[in-house]
C-alpha cells in the first residue's frame, strides 16, 4: 500500500490552506480517442452499387484504432438528373445508426462524380438544391453523429473545380450560386454545425469578406460564422496545388478563421521539403487543423513516421486538455456558492468546433449520488496553444444532501443521448484523472458539504436587506434579530477576508469594507442553524 501511495502523490501535488486545497495534475504523454478530431478512415460509397458501413469496421476504428472519425463519401451518380430514391436515403440512415452504435462520428461529403472523364461531373443548381431538401430530414435527424459536412456536390470529388454547371473559373454569377449551394446546405444541418469549403477565396468570394472571422461573429448563427476550410492537397506544392490564390495574404485569413471554425483534409502527393515534418507540424498548428486521413497521402504519412513526427500529429490533431491546477474549497453549503478556479492548457493543434458545456460533478463518497452544475465557461474557447483560468462561482443544488463529495470535470456531448455515453465525452490529456466507465475526469478533491449549511436561507435571503450597491467604505445589512448572526466576507477564490463589523440595532449591522480592493466579494451570515450568502461589489 505504500509504494501505491507514493506513486499517487507524485501525479498530483496539493497545497492545502485552512478554506481551499490547490491540486496540480500530472500531463499525459498518451495517444488516446477523443470525439471529433484526430486521423479519421475514409468510407465511400456509389448510389449506382451502395456498399454500406461494416458495423465492426467502424467498432474496430474506434476500439483498436482510437479513431472516433470517418469521412463518408456519398456520390450520388445516380440521381444527376433524378431526386435520390428512398431506398439511397434509408441506407445513409442505416449507417449513422451503425455510426451511432460504434461510438463514432463521421465528416459528410456528397458528390456526383469521382472521374474527371466522365460526361457529367455534377447536377444543375435547382438539382443540387433539391437534392439537399430531401437530404435535410436525414441530416437534422442524425446531426448528433455529424462533426462537419464539407460543402460537395459542386466538381468532381465535390471539390468544388472541375465542374460543368458552377463556372470555371467563376464568375460573379456563379460565386452567387455556390453561396446558394452553402446556404441550403448550411439551413440543411442542425443548428451549431458547420460547413466546410475548399479554399479560402471561394468563402471569401462568397461573403464579400477579406477579413477573417473575429471573436465577437465566432459560433454566432450567422451563415458566414458557420462556414470553414478543409484542405486536399495540403503541402503537396508551393501553394497545395492551388488552394491558395495569394499566399500572403490567404495564409492571414486561414489561420483567422479556423479558430473558430472547422479544418481538416489530406494530402494529395510528396513535395518534400515542404511535406516533411518540420514544415507540417508548423502548418498544422497555424491553421488549427482537428483533422486528417490516416490513409493519403500514404507517402507524406510515411515521411512523418520517419521524421518522426507521425505520433505528434496523431496525439495534436484538434483540442487537447492538459489539466493544469485547481483550486477548490474544502467545505461548501448546500444551496450555497463555491468558487472553483481551473487552469486548463490546450496543447492540441485546433480548439473544439461543436457545442459542448463543461460540468463539474459532485459524487457522495458514501451512497455515488451525483449532482451536476454547468460550468460559466464555454470550452470553444479554450485556445489551442493556451491556458485558460477559468474562474466560476458554482451554486450548490439544493436538493443535496450533507456529506463528502469526489469532484469531478464532465464534457459530455451536446445531445441528451450521447451526453450519457463516456465515449463521446471528452478525455484530459492527464495521469490518472481518465474514468472511462462515465467519461469524467477525476479532480483529485473531496468538498465537505455541511448538514445545516444552506437551511433556512430562503427565508433570510427574501427578508435580509444589503445596501448601498456598490457599496463604498461601508456595507449596511438589515435582518431580524442579526445580532444573533455571525458575519464572514470572502473573495471570488474562497479565502476569508478579515473585515471589522459593528451593530447598530438588532436588526442592522455595518461591515467596514474600506480596506477591501474594488472588486467582487461574498458576505456570509450565519446562525448556527440557518446560513445565506450574499454577492457584493465593492468600488470606492
Known sequence: MKKIYVFMAALCTYAASAQNTTVTYTASTESFANPERGFYQ???TFASNYDPLSQSSLTNYRVNNKQTLILRLFYLDSFINSEISSAFLTAMQTDFTRMRAAGIKCIIRFAYSDDVDNPQQDATKAQVLAHIAQLKPVLLANGDVIATVQAGFIGTWGEWYYTDHFGLPPNATDYANRKEVVTALV????????????????????FNAQAGLSLTQAFTTATIARVGHH??????????????????????????????TPMGGESC?????????????????KFHWSYANIDYHPGVLGDWQEGGCFTDVEKKLGYRFEMKTGTFPNSASIGGIMPVELKIANVGFASLYNPRTAYLVFRNVANNAEYSVAINSDPRFWSSNATTTINDN????????????KLFLKLPDADAVLAIRPEYSVRMANQTTWEATTGYNDLKHTVTVGTALGVGENDIRTKLVVYPVPANNELIMELDNITDY????????????GVSSRTESTNKMIVNTESLSNGIYFVSLENGTAKVTKQIIVNH
Open 269 to 285: 502527393a510528396v513535395n518534400a521539403p515542404r511535406s516533411l515534418c518540420p514544415t507540417a507540424l508548423a502548418e498544422l498548428q
Open 486 to 497: 455571525s458575519v464572514s466576507v470572502y473573495n471570488t477564490l474562497g479565502q476569508r477576508i
Open 231 to 260: 484542405n486536399d492537397c495540403f503541402l503537396a506544392s508551393e501553394d497545395d496545388e492551388g488552394t491558395y490564390d495569394n499566399i500572403t495574404s490567404d495564409y492571414a485569413y486561414l489561420e483567422q478563421e479556423t479558430k473558430y
Open 394 to 405: 458554482i451554486v450548490l443544488p439544493t436538493t443535496m444532501t450533507a456529506g463528502s463529495y
Open 187 to 206: 439551413n440543411a444541418l442542425p443548428a451549431g454545425r458547420m460547413v466546410q469549403v475548399r479554399t479560402p477565396k471561394l468563402k471569401q468570394q462568397m
Open 42 to 44: 475514409h468510407e465511400e
